[in-house]
C-alpha cells in the first residue's frame, strides 16, 4: 500500500469533508463541475475528430518523419522531443485543438513518459495566445494592440523551451 | 483562420509526401482511424475527467480560490501599480488571477473580460501599458493547478496526475517573466501610451 494508491480516496473524502465543513452543497457542486468536465470534452471532440484524421495522415504520408528530421535540429538544442513539433503549431492557435494534440500524445507515448510529460506541461503552462488577445482587446473595445501579441509570443516561445527544460529537472 | 491553414497544409502536405513516398495508399485509412480514435479517445477520458472537474468544483466553492487571490495581492501591486489604486479593477483582476491559478478557465475569461474593459476606459481604442501586461499575463497563464491536464492526465491512466506540477510551475513562471520582461522593453522601445 503506498501513498499514491490512496490519493484519490483521500482526495474525494477531504473534497467532501471541507466543503461540507464550509456549508457547501458539496453534491450539487459535484455535478456541476462534471457538467463542466462534459462540456470540455464536448468542445474538445469536434475538433479532435478532423485533427486527429489530419495528423494519422500526416503520420501515415512520411511528412511527420520528413518535419521531425527537418526540425530536428532546431528543437534538439532546445530539447524539445521532435514529437511534440505539432503541439507548437496549435497551442498559440486553438485552445482545443492543443488539448487534442496534446492527448493523442500522451495517450500514444505514455502519460510518464518524457513526450507525453513534455506536451502535459506544455498544455498546463500555456494558454491560446491568439484567442486571449482576441477575446479580451476585443471586449475591451481595444483596436491597437501596440505590443501585446509579439510579448505574449515570446513569452509561448520561452514556455516552449522551458517545458522541455522543466521536465528534464525534475524528472531526470 | 488560423487553423484553417494549419489543418489544410497538414492534409496537403500528407497528400504531397504520400505520393513521394509511396504510401499514398495508406492515408485514406489512416485519416479514418484517427477520427475513429477521436471518439474512443474522448469516451475512455469522460468519467475520470468529470469527476475530477466535480472535486475541483467543490474545492473552488469551498473558498480555495478566494485564499489564493490573496496570497498573490501583493506582487500585483507591484505588476500593475496604477489599476491597483482602483477597487473595481483590483477585485476584477484579482479574481481573474486566482481563477488562472486554479486552471479554471472558463472562470477566469469573464473576470478578465471585466478587468480589461475596465481599465479600457478612456484610452481611446489603444491598449495602455499595464493593458498589455495583463493581457500578457493572461496569454502566459500562471497556472497552480493545470486541473483539465491533470485530469486527461489521470483518465489515460496516469498514477499520479500531478507529478507534473513542479515543471508546470517552473516553466510557465519562466514565461510568464519573459512575456513581462518582453513587454518592458517594449514599452521603452516603442511609443509610450501610458
Known amino acids: 500500500m503506498s501513498l499514491s494508491e490512496l490519493v484519490v480516496p483521500l482526495l474525494l473524502c477531504g473534497a467532501g469533508a471541507y466543503g461540507a465543513a464550509r456549508h457547501v452543497d458539496v453534491y450539487a457542486a459535484l455535478t456541476r463541475g462534471a457538467e463542466e468536465g462534459l462540456s470540455v470534452l464536448l468542445r474538445v471532440l469536434p475538433s479532435l475528430v478532423p485533427l486527429l484524421a489530419a495528423v494519422y495522415m500526416f503520420r501515415a504520408s512520411g511528412a511527420a518523419d520528413c518535419l521531425g528530421r527537418l526540425l530536428a535540429p532546431l528543437l534538439d538544442a532546445a530539447g524539445i522531443p521532435a514529437a511534440c513539433a505539432p503541439l507548437l503549431l496549435v497551442r ?18 505514455g502519460t510518464d513518459s518524457y513526450v507525453g510529460r513534455v506536451a502535459a506541461v506544455m498544455l498546463g503552462s500555456s494558454e491560446t495566445t491568439f484567442y486571449t488577445v482576441a477575446v479580451y482587446c476585443g471586449a475591451a473595445g481595444i483596436r491597437k494592440t501596440r505590443h501585446t501579441i509579439p510579448a505574449a509570443l515570446c513569452a509561448d516561445a520561452a514556455m516552449f523551451f522551458l517545458s522541455a527544460l522543466a521536465v528534464r529537472l525534475v524528472f531526470g | 483562420m488560423a487553423m484553417t491553414w494549419v489543418w489544410t497544409g497538414m492534409v496537403t502536405l500528407s497528400l504531397v509526401f504520400g505520393a513521394a513516398t ?49 496570497a498573490f495581492r501583493p506582487l500585483l501591486r507591484r505588476l500593475l501599480p496604477r489599476s491597483s489604486r482602483d477597487a473595481e479593477i483590483f477585485t476584477a483582476v484579482s479574481a481573474n488571477l486566482s481563477a488562472n491559478l486554479l486552471g479554471l478557465g472558463n472562470a477566469s475569461t ?34 497552480l493547478f493545470p486541473t483539465t491536464v491533470a485530469g486527461i492526465r489521470a483518465a489515460l491512466g496516469c498514477a499520479d496526475p500531478f507529478d507534473i506540477l ?29
Open chain 2, 22 to 70: 509511396g504510401h499514398l495508399g495508406a492515408l485514406g485509412p489512416a485519416a479514418l482511424e484517427g477520427a475513429r480514435s477521436a471518439v474512443e479517445l474522448c469516451v475512455s477520458m469522460a468519467g475520470v475527467m468529470c469527476l475530477w472537474t466535480g472535486v475541483m468544483e467543490v474545492l473552488e466553492q469551498s473558498g480555495l480560490a478566494a485564499l489564493m487571490a490573496r
Open chain 2, 166 to 194: 513542479p515543471a508546470v510551475w517552473l516553466a510557465s513562471a519562466g514565461s510568464v517573466c519573459v512575456g513581462l520582461a518582453a513587454a518592458k522593453l517594449f514599452e521603452c522601445f516603442g511609443g509610450n501610451a501610458g
Open chain 1, 92 to 109: 498559440p492557435v486553438s485552445g482545443s485543438g492543443a488539448l487534442a494534440v496534446g492527448s493523442e500524445l500522451m495517450e500514444r507515448y
Open chain 2, 110 to 143: 469573464p473576470l478578465g473580460i471585466r478587468a480589461a474593459r475596465l481599465m479600457a476606459r478612456g484610452s481611446g481604442g489603444a491598449a495602455s501599458d499595464e493593458l498589455c501586461r495583463f493581457v500578457v499575463l493572461n496569454t502566459a497563464s500562471i497556472q
